[in-house]
């Protein structure tokens, strides 16, 4: 019994130093082969297009602005005494620094009322329909409303990441022939798969991590905020990455080849999911188990407080990814296909 | 303790294709085995199930007291292998790759930077130590791979044709290394088609062809098989294992291979006249008829051609 147990004992040792050995190595291929820095450098170039492209057609994150507002006949019992509304839609308007003229005089703060600060919906009492009417006003994108903006494509960057890393990281020790070295050593296959995973999930969160940060410079120096739930973000980010690397690491296990093992992640992850989803969302179905749809969290939770809730528009149910559920259906994914890989890939022989 | 052995082997491939046919070979600690047989014989396929690389049909392969397919970490840790072609992650120098292995072996640093040092000088790659295997030449990885193999310093040393695709130059030098590993307790099992390569490392011979054990024996013993008379008998009938057996019981008959159903290869030694007297006799007697009858005196290499026929496929 004593012995059993020591054996025990010593192989799950052995495991672990397996498991470090391999994940070291990878790691270390991943470095040389200089995959890691271009993670690195694509998190950085997507950031800066992300926070670049709203700004090069027009649309500032903050500042002044001047906008001629288009007036409508306004009547409600609510509101008595005003005749015509106007709205300003710009996002992150700062109530407090908004100057009315008319025809080109300055309209007296009493002549015309903010009805909710927040929202830009402006009450006007003298009947100014057919005048010239211009709002002077200072604005600033929330420091959530800035990270959504830059977050935008961050579901297709870990797709990207997920194919860069992990779709040949099984087949090509079958197509270049370099199992023959490692796979007659005393180590399990699964012990091999995970050290490749982990490797690949740590240089993976590095790149989120560099995104995440330089995200959080830019908000800080264009907005001087940054946006309070960002780490939980980027832990959800980093569990779509999870469920992505182990689909590409399924993919890569049951692959004949390299090539068709890229094309099948790819085209799964960034197309055929998303066109489920849509065509889900079109039918008015809650896709709560679909895992593009609960990666929405990546988003949604920075809205932690205010939380989106599902809500019925025109007609058309609207649903949000709830945020425990969607922590759960992304891990569960994740580790079902890194569960399959592990056997398909301890019984794929090596007959090449 | 066998060092290496198999029962009754079978490999299939898509359910129709026999790599392996019931191979059962034994091969005892400390011998040098040379395992010869032709293109498609079925080498490379004992020689996969050997390193758990596939797994057998059906049968079984041990190294040493371990089930290859059971407790293949078990069995993997004892051997040492060199495959035909290998290839090694381009972007690790010698040293990582041999830490790497190392690593996963359980070697720990003190033993590592000790030991890699020694197999790479004995492979002759010191001065590559810290080069990337990226621009290594065939040769080079051969080298290495070898020194792969013998860093843990195994018991069992696996090679599969391990001068396959080398320049004249690389083979002696591989040749001249396992030379250096014969006398030490190593058992060396090594595939091969080239029969001077055989006889030049090898203490041990077994043949094989389309999945099957032709012979194996120590070269000294194969030696005079190839100098023995051979006759080829083509019979009427299809000859049994018993027929076999009591044809090897024949006084001067050496050794009785079934070549197919109806044809049999006797090797005899001696008096050969009397001894071809007494196996048509006992042929007749037995009825299986003789319908042809061929002698010839053999080499090695043409004692090969005949157990293997004209194999190359």
Known sequence: ?352 | MAAIQTWSLCKSYGGRFKALDGLSITVESGMSVGYLGPNGAGKTTTIRILTGLIKPSSGQAMIEEWDVAKNSSRALSIIGFVPEVPEFYGVLSPVETLSFLGGLRGMDRGDLSERIPEVLGIVGLEDKADVLVAGFSKGMKQRLALACALLHRPSILILDEPTSGLDPRGRVEIREILKSLMGSDTTIFMSSHLLTEIQEVCSHVAVIDHGRLLAFDSMSRIAVDARSEGIQIALWKPVDELSIRSLSDIDGVRRVTKLGDKEILILIEGDSAQTEERVIRHLLDRGLGVKSYAQNNASLESLYMRLVGDGEE
């Open chain 1, 1 to 352: 019994m004593t012995s059993s147990r020591d054996k025990k004992t010593g192989h799950s040792v052995k495991a672990t130093s397996q498991l470090c050995t391999v994940t070291r190595y990878e790691f270390l291929k991943l470095l040389r082969s200089r995959r890691l820095l271009g993670v690195i450098l694509g998190s950085i170039v997507l950031v800066a297009v992300a926070y670049v492209l709203p700004t090069t057609y027009g649309g500032p994150y903050a500042g002044h602005r001047e906008t001629r507002l288009f007036l409508e006949p306004y009547s409600h019992e609510l509101y008595p005494g005003y005749s015509c509304i106007a709205y300003i839609t710009t996002e992150g308007l700062d109530p407090s620094s908004i100057v009315v003229h008319a025809n080109g005089s300055l309209l007296s703060p009493s002549d015309y009322f903010l009805m909710n600060d927040s929202s830009g919906v402006i009450l006007f009492k003298p009947n100014l329909l057919l005048s010239d009417v211009v709002a002077d006003y200072d604005f600033s994108t929330t420091p959530e409303q800035f990270a959504i903006t830059l977050l935008e494509f961050m579901q297709v960057f870990i797709a990207f990441v997920a194919v860069f890393l992990g779709s040949d990281a099984i087949i090509r020790e079958f197509s270049e022939h370099t199992g023959f070295i490692t796979f007659t050593n005393p180590v399990r296959r699964e012990i091999i798969m995970l050290g490749k995973f982990v490797s690949s999930l740590l240089v993976g969160t590095l790149a989120l991590f560099v995104y995440y940060v330089a995200l959080a410079s830019l908000s800080y120096v264009a907005l001087g905020a940054v946006a309070e739930y960002l780490p939980l973000s980027l832990w959800y980010a980093i569990l779509f990455y999870f469920l992505c690397l182990a689909f590409a690491f399924l993919v890569s296990s049951a692959s004949r080849g390299i090539a068709p093992s890229v094309v099948v992640t790819f085209l799964i992850l960034l197309l055929i999911l998303p066109a489920v989803q849509m065509a889900g969302e079109e039918g008015a179905k809650d896709m709560w188990f679909l895992p593009s749809f609960a990666a929405g969290v990546i988003k949604y939770s920075l809205q932690f407080e205010h939380y989106p809730q599902d809500v019925t528009q025109g007609g058309q149910p609207l649903f949000y990814p709830d945020l425990a559920l969607s922590a759960v259906v992304l891990t569960a994914y994740g580790m079902i296909f890194l569960l399959v890989c592990g056997y398909m890939f301890s019984r794929r022989e090596m007959t090449v």
